[in-house]
């Protein structure tokens, strides 16, 4: 998917779970350190989070109302640092999945840059189902909407950011029956 420098052709839900999200769960599968994690919940979570974050349009982040632009990067609009982080304080401490993580980006050894989260689509998912599997407790039990939005508010976006849970819900229910 290319485009201008912040929008990329927008993706159907239906694709990008199959092309995005589908091989990002399978790159990872699951593990005892997904305390209960089901592909149905992490398929809709994600899915959620992207269309949230970039409507699966955005590359970049949005120009805020006086012009300047944030870090976020990607379908999931994660930040660099918090990308850094994840390595840095996550995968430096599991060698085994910090393989995985390396494979999926293509590389033998070291960290990808951050800038790898607005080209590689499965990467970026990858990185947005770390950040949700660091947080110290379980994902939703089903994958219901409003569940779905309150666990993204929480963890992903949290307290201080912009978003808030009614949008996640909203987009994602908009899209449910074409699934």
């Known amino acids: 998917m290319s ?25 990872l599968p699951l593990d005892e350190a997904d305390q209960g994690e089901t592909v149905p919940v992490l398929r809709l979570l994600l899915l959620g989070t992207a269309l949230q974050e970039s409507l699966l349009r ?15 990067l ?3 609009q994660m930040e660099p640092a918090t990308h850094d982080d994840i390595w840095a304080n996550y995968l430096a401490y599991r060698p085994a999945l910090a393989a995985q993580v390396r494979a999926v980006a293509g590389i033998a050894a070291g960290r990808p840059e951050a800038k ?10 990858v990185m947005a ?20 939005a309150a666990y993204w508010k929480a963890h992903y976006n949290t307290a201080l950011g912009k978003g808030k849970a009614i949008e996640f819900e909203e987009k994602l229910a908009a899209v449910l029956d074409r699934l």
Request: aromatic residues 8%; without cysteine; hydrophobic residues 40%.
């Open 3 to 27: 485009g201008t420098a912040d929008t990329a052709t927008a993706w159907s839900p239906r694709d990008f779970l199959a092309k995005v999200v589908g091989p990002a769960i399978a790159a």
């Open 58 to 72: 955005h590359l970049d982040q949005l120009p805020n109302r006086d012009g300047s632009r944030g870090p976020a």
């Open 74 to 76: 990607g379908y999931f």
């Open 116 to 125: 790898l989260l607005r080209t590689h689509h499965v990467y970026a998912a």
């Open 129 to 148: 189902r770390l950040l949700y599997r660091r947080v110290k407790g379980r994902l939703p039990q089903a994958a219901e909407v409003p569940a779905l």
